[in-house]
């Protein structure tokens, strides 16, 4: 497996690893420069040449691994037989420096409502190393067509027509995913809000609204949800940036983004995606 499909799979699997890179070499090394190890928590792909320098890799990599370390790290190797080793002398004669490069478990968020504001929404988290995901119970608002504006995308876009229950979407989403609501149904909102706080394994939910919309769904999930303050104030409301009051869909879209945004700096290495390493 080349070392491209071996951080694919790891992306697909919720996975991190670390990539391991020969940087520089000088001298007789057993591989060139730009040679390529892809370290996950149990399985290696590639290889940097074998010997005691890929194995210490492998060693620093998983404790990167274990400690969720954000930083890449240079390691520098002499190759002579007069260098104590951890695993067995390797006397080639000439120096080697590794790159070690954390590959984290990618954010994931869940738009629900692809509308004037949805597809605004999208179109900037697309620009975001994101798995986003983009929900709604009308065919018509994830056509191709609507949606090419999303072909460029940085982000790898999962689109999910559901047009019975779009709170069924919730539990096969990955762990720590951040959601949105936004959509055309109030009652669909609402319906979204009771289940994605029965979903325990998700990230931060966010609800677009007035805040006479929000007294109605506090007062519902309270009375007829059973949620008591502490589980229902999960709930931001509303979402976006205070100070920018905009009500066109492009303004309220930038103003959410730079929100959740701010949510994941605030989160920094230990956001739930990452944290869990799902």
């Not at 404790?63 to 007069?82: G, I, R, S, V």
């Not at 009500?247 to 994941?264: C, M, Y």
């Amino acid at each position: 497996m080349t070392w491209i499909a071996a951080v694919t799979r790891l992306r697909a699997r919720r996975e991190p690893g670390v990539l391991v890179t020969v940087a520089t070499v000088r001298g007789h090394a057993p591989r060139d420069a730009g040679a390529k190890l892809v370290v996950g928590r149990d399985e290696t792909w590639g290889s940097i040449g074998g010997g005691n320098v890929e194995a210490v890799a492998i060693d620093r990599a998983r404790e990167m691994l274990a400690a969720a370390t954000a930083e890449p790290e240079l390691m520098d190797f002499a190759l002579n037989d007069k260098v104590t080793n951890r695993h067995g002398v390797q006397c080639c004669g000439g120096t080697v420096s590794v790159l070690l490069e954390p590959l984290p478990v990618v954010r994931a968020v869940a738009v629900f409502g692809m509308g004037h504001v949805g597809l605004e929404l999208a179109r900037i988290l697309a620009r975001q190393d994101l798995d986003l995901h983009l929900v709604d119970s009308r065919a018509d608002m994830l056509t191709p067509g609507r949606l090419d504006a999303l072909a460029d995308a940085v982000a790898h876009v999962h689109v999910h027509h559901t047009p019975l229950l779009p709170e069924e979407v919730l539990e096969a989403l990955p762990h720590g995913t951040h959601i949105l609501i936004m959509t055309h149904d109030h009652a669909e909102d609402a319906a979204l809000c009771d289940a994605a706080l029965r979903t325990t394994h998700l990230g931060s939910i966010g609800l677009i609204g007035s805040a006479a919309k929000w007294a109605r769904f506090r007062k519902r999930l309270s009375h007829e949800g059973g949620h008591d303050d502490a589980t229902i104030d999960r709930i931001k409301t509303p979402i976006g940036l205070t100070d920018i009051t905009g009500k066109e869909p492009a303004t309220i879209a930038v103003s959410v983004a730079a929100d959740l945004l701010r949510t994941f700096e605030s989160q920094g290495g230990e956001g739930p995606a990452r944290a869990e390493g799902r």
